[in-house]
């Protein structure tokens, strides 16, 4: 299916726009001069192209060789600077089709034109597919001329892809000075003057021209169609330039929009690469801590345990452990008993630490540091006061103002 156009131009005078819609067949709609806004809303589906005014932009020729499109857009700006009153860092240039001499038609246009046109089209939501100059588009015939006459001004075709505005109260001055300006055997054959519209006193000024030009014939009709809907009714199928090019084309317009978010975007991927790094790092320290732990718990079991086989160390600590703190007919172990007993003694004697303890049917063995020797005299005697229990000191020695000591409790029975 083919797509419905939208051509819009903007009102040289104010901010409205004038547009017509182009149906899928080809038939237009008139939609008036209104506001950007309202033209959308009559076609919110359509494609849109802009004719830009003739009156803002220069259609001119250069001759530059080269045929890269980058190379070609950086060349431009010194290839015409010397005819051009503006200082070319403010304009825009945009280069088009070549003419059989090998010249480039080139549209040049200022950069705050273009900057007001695309602000005002995407304040309304639209993305104009193309962007042509009307001067570059205008009807043109062989050895002819056409003059195009419409409200206050004019718009003069001397060629495909070779047009200029002028102004209607002078045109026929204005057109004089072209003739005499073109070179005798480029000279058209015929001036057709085309008017939309009531006619002007001025437009009768236009016929002196076929008395001065030497013969060229001069033909006035009247326009039912403005030129908007001409042109848009004629729209060709390759247009020979779009302004929307280099840093207005949508890619480069992408591509600024990167470039200005650019360096916050790599901040926020090193910020992103940062916290997976980190994350990788507590990964690994998380798992080296795990795997000391797992080997602690294996060294501290077979110490406990020594000679038994290894499969899950601390499940089977669970359960060696639950297995000393009951005894076979469920009631507290020897263990148990023991250090139940124990334990107000060893608290008492101030000074002491337990090093370690090994249990083994009903012998407990105690490896302590005491501050003397009276200390240790002192638990023996505590300890043999437990009915039933009785108490042997393995050795005891005094070192670094402490008492190392082994002790041996034995239950009754043991």
Avoid at 107 to 133: E, K, T
Avoid at 218 to 232: D, M, N, V
Avoid at 273 to 279: N, P
Avoid at 324 to 341: A, I, K, Y
Wanted: with cysteine.
């Amino acid at each position: 299916m083919t797509q419905r156009h939208l051509i819009l131009r903007p009102h040289p005078e104010d901010s409205t726009w004038q547009g017509v819609l182009q149906a899928s067949d080809g038939r237009l709609t008139p939609l008036g001069t209104d506001t950007l806004d309202a033209l959308r809303a009559q076609a919110p589906d359509a494609a849109c192209r802009v004719l830009a005014p003739g009156a803002r932009v220069l259609l001119t020729q250069a001759r530059i060789p080269t045929r890269n499109p980058r190379a070609l857009r950086r060349a431009l700006p010194y290839a015409l600077e010397d005819q051009l009153a503006d200082d070319v860092e403010i304009l825009h240039f945009a280069p088009g089709t070549r003419r059989a001499n090998g010249d480039l038609t080139v549209a040049v246009v200022s950069q705050a034109d273009m900057q007001a046109w695309l602000d005002g089209l995407r304040g309304a939501g639209i993305q104009p597919a193309a962007m042509i100059p009307d001067t570059a588009v205008l009807p043109a015939e062989a050895d002819a001329w056409v003059l195009w006459l419409e409200g206050e001004g004019g718009w003069l075709s001397m060629g495909e892809g070779r047009g200029t505005t002028l102004e209607r109260d002078n045109a026929a001055f204005l057109l004089r000075r072209c003739l005499e300006e073109t070179p005798e055997g480029e000279r058209p054959q015929h001036l057709k003057v085309l008017r939309h519209g009531s006619g002007r006193p001025g437009d009768d000024a236009l016929r002196t021209l076929q008395e001065d030009s030497h013969g060229m014939e001069l033909t006035l009709s009247e326009s039912p169609s403005s030129l908007l809907e001409h042109l848009a009714a004629h729209w060709p199928a390759r247009p020979p330039l779009n302004l929307l090019c280099g840093p207005y084309s949508p890619r480069d317009s992408m591509d600024h929009l990167w470039r200005s978010w650019r360096i916050a975007a790599s901040v926020l991927l090193a910020w992103v690469v940062i916290q997976f790094v980190g994350l990788g790092w507590n990964l690994q320290s998380l798992g080296a801590e795990q795997t000391a732990l797992e080997e602690r718990m294996i060294e501290v079991y077979q110490q406990t345990f020594p000679g038994g086989r290894i499969v899950d160390p601390r499940r089977q600590m669970e359960t060696a452990l639950r297995g000393l703190s009951s005894g076979p007919d469920g009631s507290g172990s020897d263990l148990q008993n023991l250090l139940t007993r124990a334990a107000p003694a060893l608290a008492g004697e101030e000074g002491l630490s337990i090093q370690g303890l090994r249990y083994q049917a009903g012998r407990l063995d105690l490896d302590l540091h005491l501050r003397d020797l009276q200390g240790l005299d002192r638990l023996k005697q505590k300890l043999e006061q437990e009915a039933g229990w009785a108490v042997d000191i393995q050795s005891a020695s005094a070192r670094n103002d402490r008492v190392e000591s082994r002790i041996l409790i034995r239950s009754s029975g043991s």
